[in-house]
């Protein structure tokens, strides 16, 4: 027995192995077989997004900056009585009111704009005051040069573009779910816009 005990082998724990690396997680497109897609990486900044940050503070703060002309006479902008009574003399009564209104509408919808922040409800707000803008200047017209539309056609154009882009990942919006744009949103800004222009003709 003790021959048999010096023999036998003593019990062992396994090696202990050491724990798998991480794999990355892979997108996977729906429909596509077990193992396949690619590695899911942080997005970086593209050019896109530049652009749109471009085009956003380029378009936002100059927008704004004619509704500081109307709101407080800033960069040469007559003030709100002196365009309360333009606005009069185009059919809005009280003319202060509406000027007031067209006033914040470009000015907050163009800070919107820049910033990237609630970008719809922002470009909503520069649509309802390019309608009325673009009512009161057809009758002469497409160019600008003849006093036509051409102007508050093409703000409200690009304000619906970035409602239907999305403002891009340099914008307050990416903290938000619907931050990438999409038919909802240009619907919404333009709906909501177009709601906003038809009360001011119903009242004004």
């Not at 497409?142 to 304000?159: D, F, H, K, R, S």
Request: aromatic share 6%; proline share 7%.
């Amino acid at each position: 027995m003790k021959l048999l005990e010096r023999h036998r082998t003593p019990h062992r724990p396994p090696p202990a192995t050491s724990a798998p690396a991480a794999v990355p997680a892979r997108t996977v497109t729906p429909g596509a077989p077990p193992g396949t897609g690619r590695i899911a990486r942080p997005a970086a900044v593209s050019a896109a997004d530049l652009g749109l940050l471009l085009l956003r503070l380029t378009f936002g703060l100059l927008l704004a900056g004619h509704g500081a002309q109307k709101l407080f006479g800033l960069f040469g902008g007559e003030g709100l009585s002196a365009t309360g009574r333009g606005f009069a003399q185009l059919g809005y009564h009280p003319g202060t009111f509406f000027a007031g209104m067209a006033g914040a509408g470009e000015f907050l919808g163009g800070l919107g704009l820049a910033a990237g922040l609630l970008t719809p409800l922002a470009a909503a707000a520069v649509i309802g005051v390019m309608i009325n803008a673009m009512i009161v200047t057809v009758p002469h017209g497409l160019w600008e040069t003849n006093g036509g539309m051409e102007y508050p056609l093409c703000i409200a154009v690009v304000a619906t573009a970035v409602a239907a882009i999305g403002a891009g990942r340099l914008a307050f919006d990416r903290f938000f779910r619907r931050r990438d744009g999409g038919l909802p949103e240009m619907a919404f800004a333009v709906g909501l816009g177009g709601l906003g222009a038809a009360i001011v003709l119903a009242v004004s």
